[in-house]
């Protein structure tokens, strides 16, 4: 089943590797078939360089696996919280990427401080709020969902692809796995460029004109970056 | 046309990628020809590994495509800008590298504090002031190549190969595509190390007589650095 | 003798060069054999591409060399005491890694501050006292391995499987040669992670319940993350 | 001439790309020949790529080229000033790391924080004084030379084998072009370790007594790291 999506899916999961976005397994790409309702996810704990697309789990918004011999990534539940929030999603990457992680550590949303965030993110990278006692004992990972889409409250996903969990890490999102596989490596770029700024500068607005007009410039209906489709 | 420019262009933009200073597309180099007056510039989002001097764009200073079946990187209009006002250039590269972009981000020049930079650049490298709403909303990136010929006022653009342009990113130039591209790699290396200075020493100034010195060895009549041409 | 082990500590000290943790010959790893009660580590100073299984060392609890041509690491009394100290620990990794290292020099542990360091250890990476004058002028390297042991008085070295040493750099261990390099691959990782939110915020706490929850979804006795073995 | 000494001079010139010091030609590296009084150096300006040990220059302690068809590095005058002040030095490398040139940029001595630093330099890396208005139009590279022995005044070159020169850049030198550039990386990874340290601690002090075991394990009268020779 699924067969084109779980190689999207393989190698987009590769992809964090040549991007040096991840140590050992410490990350995971999943991709979503708005038909079946099937998520197609990485196995847990296996190496990058080990997989190929038999490998590659289908799971219902339930959580049952539906195919694979494996066992699905243990953040799943997040990756599912997600798709049911976020129409239009398609792909979800989850990393512990080094400046992404800084952020997240520090509790700290991403201020839109240059045209490089503005070009993909409509504004800040959020940080989470921190989980509760409750929320890590009952369904961590679930809750690990509930908080993103609570700071994503009144944002559209598809403007802000991207959030940092406070003490954890990075999540990415887009409309392939590919495309979230991109804003992952954005969102770390960002995360080093302007943390690097920060060093140089406590303050570090961007004018709300700039931020709009990047934007649109390569998402907006006149969008006139790059070559036609 | 101009089939040797259209070779040169491409390579330096590949070079980009050859000395780290570009992820994704977030970069272009353009060349010019002074007896017709055309730009080779790059085509807009094309991968650099993808990209042959088949595929560079000719234009005209009024932005007109003259030659070439893609269209042109949406800065063109910052490079055309820079050509009008910069005699003598013959080569002009954009990126978006890590420390350079970090001192743009934070709206800050970066201080000639050592003979790494004096060796290139006659003093500091420039950041410009931030663009008005105005200037955004209407022919953005000719107005950025507005702020940077404003902020090189009383500086020649032979001596100050270079500058940061606020809450976006540099901007490189010289007397070839080549040569642009050597600015931008030692902007990029010196955005770095003065960052680091920044951080051990609030005060980072080089006296005048050793950035002279630095500059006219390689650069003025006396020059004694490298072979004889 | 002991060829099985031999092998996994040659490889472990090549595994130092692949994850970047090592210049030249600082560092080294070894394994131990609880049956025979011997150590089997790298010889001094000998580069990691030259190193065959045969230069493996073997050497018992008391520093005497078992078998080998070649002197043992010189930081072997160290490996011993945490050998004697540390039931259950069956390989050891030094090195000078770079962001370990800075905050050994700076005399600090490394806060638990996020998910990434949860996942491997219990809490803080401690940070040794300084030696006395006399414990560096009498059996310097036996006396590192004893202010690591006092550094771990009322942990488990199963949950805390690494350190640093005042003003010199990090230790890590695990149940197995290659165990033991994984471990240090995670300290350097959160070594430098950590440094970044340090420098966004000087408050990192993680709270107890989020440490709790990820060290034993990968390592309580209900883990669920990875395939079942 | 000296045939052998150009090869390793040549090699060595090819380390310092090896070892990740040098962007484009900033970079250069002499031997010393004490009977002939003959300096081996690289030519003015030539990439490491393309050098042969054809190419190595052979210079006089005053400066005339005795050997070669190219022009000898701009530093030249430098290299001949320390190989006539530190006896037994036979090997000098000038490189503009990057972490080496964010110290001297900042005009500070790289403190002994750490065993590391200890095992090569029996204490601080010193930063030189600034260079006078007169220095540096009358004999630049001279007087370059002239700054670093007077800030080596009472330290033993054999025991202290680089310096950052204000402003500049590291030297460091050896018993061999070898073992300079040994000594070359070492000093640009104590300068990045010690400058993260820094950030973490503004107090980085190592007790003599640790300085004087870890310098003395390898190079004391009863140094026993590594292998007997």
Redesign the interface.
């Known amino acids: 089943m699924l067969e084109q999506l779980k190689q999207e899916v393989c190698k987009a999961n590769q992809g964090l590797v040549d991007h040096d976005l991840v140590?050992?397994t410490?990350g995971n790409v999943s991709g979503f078939d708005p038909e079946t309702e099937l998520l197609a996810i990485k196995?847990?704990?296996?190496p990058y360089e080990e997989l190929s697309p038999a490998d590659i789990v289908l799971v219902d918004l339930k959580g049952n696996v539906v195919e694979g011999d494996?066992?699905p990534s243990?953040d799943t539940p997040t990756h599912i919280e997600l798709y049911k929030a976020f129409p239009g999603v398609r792909g979800i990457v989850h990393t512990?990427s080094?400046?992404g992680?800084?952020?997240?550590?520090?509790?700290?949303s991403i201020p839109c401080?240059?045209?490089?965030q503005a070009d993909y993110f409509y504004g800040d990278i959020p940080c989470t709020r921190?989980?509760t006692?409750e929320e890590?004992?009952n369904g961590?990972e679930k809750e690990t969902g509930t908080v993103i889409i609570e700071a994503m409250q009144g944002k559209n996903p598809v403007e802000v692809p991207g959030i940092v969990v406070h003490?954890?890490?990075p999540f990415a999102w887009g409309g392939s796995p590919e495309d979230a596989l991109?804003n992952a490596?954005?969102l770390e770029?960002v995360a080093?460029?302007?943390?690097?700024?920060?060093?140089?500068?406590g303050e570090?607005p961007?004018?709300d004109?700039?931020l709009q007009?990047h934007y649109e410039?390569k998402h907006g209906e006149n969008a006139?970056?790059?070559?036609?489709k």
């Open positions: 140590t050992f410490w196995p847990s704990g296996v494996l066992k243990s512990h080094d400046w992680t800084a952020w997240a550590q520090a509790g700290k401080s240059g045209t490089t921190q989980l006692k890590v004992q961590y003490g954890h890490a991109h490596v954005v770029k080093k460029m302007t943390f690097l700024s920060y060093q140089l500068s570090l961007l004018d004109y700039v007009k410039r006139y970056y790059g070559q036609s």
